[in-house]
């Protein structure tokens, strides 16, 4: 089963949005910015990162492990990055 789940601190998160991966791609950067851009408390500042992944009929758990494989990446290239395979 997916659950869309939004926690903060360090922990997975998964949420399935549009078809294309090149407009779930520019979704996902757009979260990551206004993110980045927020002050939580007057002084806390946070950042995510994220994979994105596209559909192609493999199974939920080979579609997630996509994106987490991309969500390791983008944090080991410095974090705070949205990874996809389009730039």
């Given amino acids: 089963n997916i659950r869309p789940a939004f926690n903060l601190f360090n922990k997975r ?5 549009p078809k294309q991966l090149s407009v779930a791609r ?3 950067e757009r979260i990551r910015q206004n993110v980045e851009n927020q002050s939580f408390f007057e002084r806390l500042h946070i950042t995510i990162s994220g994979g994105v992944g ?7 758990t080979e579609f997630i492990h996509t994106a987490d494989t991309r969500l ?3 944090k080991r290239n410095g974090k705070n990055l949205i ?3 389009i730039s």
């Fill in 83 to 85: 990874a996809s395979d």
């Fill in 54 to 60: 596209q559909y192609h009929g493999e199974t939920i």
């Fill in 72 to 74: 390791y990446a983008a």
């Fill in 26 to 28: 520019k979704v996902s």
């Fill in 13 to 17: 998160n998964h949420a399935l949005v």
